[in-house]
């Protein structure tokens, strides 16, 4: 079994309650990926002004407008990992 760093388990299909591999039957961190990473299929709506690093700071694009449930192409994400 090869497991090594790029897609991660948190994004795959194969992932179950306790960060478990339901196809190796281990427990993996979200740093991981194997040959059997099938990429999950979800939408993503948490993208608005209260999930933007960039809210309510001089950074904001749009000061004025930003709001919860808002967003604009200048969104970026409080958290990410690589």
């Not at 299909?13 to 990926?33: A, F």
């Not at 979800?42 to 004025?64: G, H, I, M, W, Y």
Request: hydrophobic fraction near 30%.
């Amino acid at each position: 079994m090869a497991i090594r760093l790029g897609n991660s388990c948190i994004n795959c299909e194969n992932l179950v309650e306790g960060n478990t591999c339901k196809v190796h039957g281990v427990q993996v961190g979200n740093s991981y990926t194997c040959d059997s990473f099938e990429m999950k299929a979800a939408l993503k709506t948490e993208q608005n002004c209260v999930s933007c690093v960039r809210f309510e700071t001089s950074d904001c694009a749009n000061p004025q407008k930003a709001a919860p449930g808002m967003s604009c192409n200048h969104w970026a994400p409080q958290s990410a990992s690589a």
